[in-house]
C-alpha cells in the first residue's frame, strides 16, 4: 500500500466560507475518490477523481458546492463551498490500483463549521 | 438503489471469544468485497477482501465468507484482543468502476 496524506486534519470555519483538502499520495494511482463520513456514521461516496477531466459525482453531490481537481496521477483537492453547519464531516481521499480494485484510505480531515 | 447492510451495529465479546459481522448487498453486479478497521481518528484501514470467485478466505486470526447466491458476506475474528476493538466497515463494490458502497459499521469491543 502507499502513503497517503491529507491536509489540513482539521478546521474549524466560519459559515459561508469554502476550504480545500488536498490529498498526496505518495505514487502514481488509478483511481482517486472523495468520501464524507458524518459523526458517527458509514462513509458516502462523494465523488470519484478523475485525472485530466471532471470528477464523477454521486447522486446528491453536485460539483458547485464539491469542486474536485485531479491534475495528476498523485494529487487530488475537494473544496467544499459556501459551508454551513451541516457540512461539518470527516472529508477522507481514498487511492486505488487498477486492476485488484484494493482502495486504501488517507487520515482523514475533520472539518466543523460554526 | 444500490445497498449494503450490515449486523450487528455494536458486538461486545470477552477477550479470546470469536466475533461475527455479516452484511448483505443488494446489486447482483458486486464482485468485490472489503473489511475495514476504523480506530478512532484515524482512516479506514483495509484488513482483508474477498473477490466474487472465491468463497473464503483467511488471514491469520481473521476469515471472511462469501455467498453470492445469497448475496451475504462476512468477517470473522478468532481469538480476539482488546486491540481489535474499533470500528468494522464492510463493503461492496464493482472492478468496472472501483467504487465502493459501505455498510453502516459495527463498533466491535473487547473486554479484557
Known amino acids: 500500500s502507499a502513503v497517503i496524506s491529507q491536509k489540513p486534519s482539521r478546521d474549524i470555519c466560519q459559515r459561508g466560507t469554502s476550504l480545500t483538502i488536498q490529498c498526496q499520495v505518495d505514487?502514481?494511482?488509478?483511481?482517486m475518490f472523495w468520501y464524507r463520513q458524518q459523526p458517527g456514521q458509514s462513509l458516502t461516496l462523494i465523488a470519484t477523481?478523475?485525472?485530466?477531466?471532471?470528477?464523477?459525482?454521486e447522486s446528491g453531490f453536485v460539483i458547485d458546492k464539491f469542486p474536485i481537481s485531479r491534475p495528476n496521477l498523485t494529487f487530488s483537492t475537494l473544496t467544499v463551498s459556501n459551508m454551513s453547519p451541516e457540512d461539518s464531516s470527516i472529508y477522507l481521499c481514498?487511492?486505488?490500483?487498477?486492476?485488484?480494485?484494493?482502495?486504501?484510505f488517507g487520515p482523514g480531515t475533520r472539518l466543523t463549521v460554526l | 438503489g444500490e445497498n449494503v447492510e450490515q449486523h450487528p451495529s455494536t458486538l461486545s465479546v470477552q477477550e479470546g471469544d470469536s466475533a461475527v459481522i455479516k452484511c448483505t448487498y443488494s446489486d447482483s453486479a458486486s464482485n468485490y468485497f472489503p473489511w475495514y478497521k476504523q480506530e478512532l481518528g484515524k482512516g479506514p484501514q483495509l484488513i482483508i477482501d474477498i473477490r466474487s470467485n472465491v468463497g473464503e478466505k483467511k488471514d491469520q486470526r481473521i476469515a471472511v465468507t462469501l455467498n453470492k447466491t445469497a448475496k451475504h458476506f462476512s468477517l470473522h475474528i478468532t481469538e480476539t484482543q482488546p486491540e481489535d476493538s474499533a470500528v468494522y466497515f464492510c463493503a461492496a463494490g464493482s472492478s468496472n468502476t472501483g467504487k465502493l458502497i459501505f455498510g453502516q459499521g459495527t463498533t466491535l469491543q473487547v473486554k479484557p
Open positions: 481514498s487511492a486505488a490500483w487498477g486492476g485488484n480494485n484494493e482502495q486504501f
Open positions: 505514487s502514481q494511482v488509478t483511481m
Open positions: 477523481a478523475n485525472q485530466g477531466s471532471e470528477a464523477t459525482y
